[in-house]
């Protein structure tokens, strides 16, 4: 049984989401509370960075001489920018060495001083609209929430809430800069890809909350990335249209509040970004998604790599025996029908959407 890296969009789902502080701290809301995506629910103090103040290279003298020349001591408390340590230059003048930030310092050896940064307030926000499942002393949340689900490949991070606007008739085509005016102040908007960076400059203008797309150009990834609005791509970097179950699914929601969660981490704790449109749904259904299907003929899926990238179909027939692929290799496939025709896809090149 194959288990294929799975892309839920789906209408109606129980969804449930950890907050969990770095380290122990206050949880600051109860069981059964209702929060917003930016409401804070947790808080904590992070330990600082140590850093490291070379004093030799810094005042550019042999580090034998650097001992000599330094003013403070294990356990003193500096502040940004005061002077840890000076020597007399060739012309007279002092050169000095600054403390990076406020903070401890740890040790000083071998011409070296280690401060020890003051500790940060971090403040851990909901990420997403819904009620307090359940509370875990000191360390954080458990939020639930009853809605639509529509999760991405990658986001530049951050969150934000607004009514989902759509930008386009057709899910091929591209958000346009001369369409984004006042009327899309504090919503999300979503178009089938991204072209330009014109596009970017004027959604910063027009206070845009957020963008949902299928794709942006690789090189846009840099000013993507530095944009203080969140983006989500659903598809990735490239010329990838929107999916035709995302773009369906969203304008469905159109007009509805949606949260979007754009953080993404890849490695160990994998996180996708992700839009989530609550709503009341009856008992019936709102039962949760399973988190792992086996690919079986009927799925649907998105194929990831390959001439069919970015489209999606359905699982038609699943062969016994591995199969000769374009690339010449024998390896495990699935026929998958994409625009009525059955093309044959390598297990690996396929994300099931469900």
Not at 58 to 80: F, K, N, P, S, W
Not at 83 to 102: E, I, M
Not at 173 to 179: D, E, G, I, Y
Not at 325 to 348: I, K, W, Y
């Amino acid at each position: 049984m194959y288990y294929p890296v799975s892309v839920r969009i789906v209408p109606t789902t129980t969804i449930l989401r950890e907050r969990i502080l770095p380290q122990r701290g206050e949880v600051l809301v109860e069981r059964g509370a209702v929060v917003l995506a930016t409401d804070v629910v947790a808080r904590c103090q992070v330990p600082g960075e140590v850093k490291a103040v070379d004093v030799s290279r810094e005042l550019r003298i042999d580090r034998a001489r650097a001992a000599g020349r330094i003013r403070v001591a294990a356990g003193d408390t500096v502040q940004a920018g005061e002077v840890v340590a000076a020597a007399r230059g060739l012309a007279g003048r002092f050169r000095n060495c600054r403390a990076p930030a406020d903070g401890q310092v740890l040790e000083v050896r071998n011409g070296l001083i280690f401060i020890e940064a003051a500790p940060v307030n971090l403040e851990l926000e909901a990420g997403m609209k819904g009620q307090i499942a359940s509370v875990m002393p000191g360390r954080g949340v458990v939020i639930s929430a009853t809605g639509a689900l529509v999760q991405g490949i990658w986001g530049n991070g951050g969150a934000a809430e607004g009514v989902l606007k759509i930008m386009v008739d057709s899910p091929e085509k591209p958000l346009r800069a001369r369409a984004i005016d006042v009327s899309c102040q504090g919503t999300l908007i979503v178009g089938g890809r991204i072209t330009g960076e014109e596009v970017l400059e004027q959604a910063t203008e027009a206070k845009v909350r957020g963008i949902i797309v299928g794709s942006a150009r690789a090189d846009l990834r840099p000013a993507l990335e530095v944009l203080p609005i969140p983006v989500m791509l659903t598809e990735g970097f490239g010329t990838l249209p929107l999916s035709q179950p995302a773009y369906s699914l969203l304008q469905s929601s159109m007009g509805r509040e949606a949260g979007l969660d754009a953080e993404t981490r890849t490695r160990w704790d994998v996180k996708r970004p992700e839009l989530i449109v609550p709503w009341q749904p009856t008992a019936s259904d709102a039962s949760p998604q399973p988190e792992a299907i086996p690919l079986e003929e009927g799925v649907m899926v998105r194929i990831a790599r390959g001439p069919h990238m970015g489209a999606t179909g359905t699982v038609t027939h699943i062969p016994a025996r591995p199969q000769v692929v374009e690339s010449g290799a024998r390896l495990p496939v699935a026929e998958v029908e994409v625009d009525g025709d059955p093309v044959a896809v390598p297990l690996a090149n396929l994300e099931l959407i469900h």
